[in-house]
């Protein structure tokens, strides 16, 4: 295996590391955002990895609704502020790839539940407008713009992507394809499969639907990512080296999520 060869796998095995990680990371906070609003409103939440279910079955309808609208808005926040801080200063390596899958899956979330709203009911959403008696036609027009801002947001992330990469990498067409594969391309395709499994024996809806959503806008960023001029000033990154970090931290954050399966009663 030639040094180069070498970086690239490095670099597609780290990527999906990082990219497990931060997925699992923002399943937990949006679910986590459900259970403090829950708690400040009298509820008696139960956080579950992929949920939350409450004790108190005598919550108010704007209580439910503020709950429901508590784990989206709160990816939106994760997801807008971390965009606006790497476009004012970019980072680099191993901090900077995982901070920007942590944007990416933040608007993802947020933006993906506006739209499935009007056909899964049983969603964030879905229940927001259900309790809130939004017609039809309304959820669809929100659907429709949340998939337009949705892809044209992660597609403004082509830039960052690539600035990730050195300059050697961007340069050279085809040294360029396989690298943006290594962060985009593997990173869905084997962290998917990954994210499914920790989510047995009864995966989330939602976890199901990122094999299908993430590809959709990912791969406006990748197409950009091919068709932009090289960013200069970069130098090779931790990226291109094995990493044990990665690892730990996909590890980490996975027997977490495993063991939120079981549920923490607040």
Known sequence: MTPTQAAKRALAFNAILLYIAAYLITIMLH???HAL???ALGGRPVLYSTSVQNANRHLADSALVLIAAAGPLLSLVQGASLLAWLRYRPAKGA???FWLYMAAFGLINFL???LIA???KGGDTGQIMALLHVPTAVQWVGAVLGLYTLVKVIGSTAPLFLGLLPTEMQVEAAQRITALRGIIWWPWLVGSVVL???ALPAPHPAVVANMFMSPMVLRRAYANGLQLAPIPGRIATGL???QWLPGLAS???GVVFRLLAHGVAW
Do not use: N
């Open 31 to 33: 679910e986590t955002g």
């Open 37 to 39: 609003m829950s708690l």
């Open 95 to 97: 901090w900077g790839l």
């Open 112 to 114: 993906g539940y506006l």
């Open 118 to 120: 009007p056909v899964v």
């Open 196 to 198: 499914v499994v920790l």
């Open 240 to 242: 291109l080296c094995w």
């Open 251 to 253: 590890a980490g954050v």
